[in-house]
């Protein structure tokens, strides 16, 4: 294992987000308020198991209509905070527009490597592949999604060969995806106050990076970030865009105005922004 990095300033001010609310404690309460809320009220399974750890465990909210896209989600947190049930409210504005939504929890760094992770994330979709027609939801319209360190985790799932895990499984197993805030190399995380939980060497760095991998599947992508982000975000989404865009024709950009890292989570929640629009008009 190398030796941590010293921190790099600059860095630090691009990726540690927490330094740019003032109340960034008060927005995660007031969002498990809002979660908490939607859950009452709304046809949805909770904690359902795909793994065996505490939290490799599985959300689903149904909208009501047969055959209705899937739109799966993955929390951000840099791999090592945040639960699934904070984001419940995301899920509202899809299924008030016909869209079932999964949101998946993991296990987090670290007790569990970004390599578990990935891993089980992977198996979480396998589950819901599986699992389909037992939940009520579809098998053919997965769509999956997440933000920041869930947008990493997005396209590691396209960098998948899914027949290395089941045979049954197809190619196309996600019909769209829209990986957003991603981190899609992650040494320069490294050097921040970040990266110490994270125990990433320069192997599994460098093997964890979606920008030196190249999609297994024609799948649509749509990726988008904040308008309002950092610069170390943008360089993230415009570097990964401008190497993928060699391997998949089928690769969209988009930056939602003016939001920042944060301020992109709650737009999803919001049926009349543009990312949700954006987001809904991708679907398959």
């Known amino acids: 294992m190398n030796a941590t990095p010293l921190i790099d300033p600059e860095l630090e001010k691009g990726y540690n987000i927490r330094l740019l609310h003032n109340d960034f404690e008060g927005l995660i309460t007031s969002w498990e308020a809002r979660s908490k809320s939607f859950r009452e009220s709304v046809d949805c399974s909770l904690d359902l198991p795909y793994g065996d750890g505490e939290k490799d465990k599985l959300d689903i909210f149904r909208c009501g209509h047969l055959n209705a896209p899937l739109f799966v989600f993955v929390h951000g947190g840099y791999w090592q905070r945040g639960d699934k049930s904070i984001y419940s409210y995301v899920a509202e504005s899809f299924v008030n527009a016909g869209i079932d939504v999964a949101l998946i929890g993991y296990q987090l760094c670290p007790e569990a490597s970004i ?21 009520a939801i579809s098998q053919n319209r ?18 998948t060969d899914w027949q290395t895990f089941d045979y049954s499984l197809p190619t196309d197993i996600i019909k769209a995806a829209i990986p957003l805030s991603g981190l899609y190399q992650l040494d320069p995380i490294r050097k921040t106050t970040i990266g110490g939980a994270l125990r990433l060497d320069d192997k599994e760095s460098h093997a964890l990076s979606p920008q030196f991998l190249r999609p297994h599947t024609n799948t649509p992508i749509l990726v988008a970030l904040g308008g309002g982000e950092t610069d170390a975000f943008h360089w993230q989404t415009n570097e990964f865009v401008k190497k993928w865009q060699h391997y998949q024709p089928q690769i969209e950009y988009f930056a939602e105005p003016d939001a920042d890292h944060m301020g992109l989570v709650e737009r999803l929640a919001n049926s009349d922004s543009e990312i949700f629009k954006k987001i809904h008009s991708f679907l398959r």
Not at 117 to 130: G, K
Not at 143 to 157: E, P, Q, R, V, Y
């Open 115 to 135: 390599t578990n992770i990935v891993d089980n994330i992977r198996q979480a979709l396998i589950w819901l592949w599986h699992n389909a027609k037992s939940q």
């Open 142 to 159: 997965i769509n999956f999604s997440g933000h920041s360190a869930g947008g990493h985790i997005t396209a590691m799932l396209l960098a």
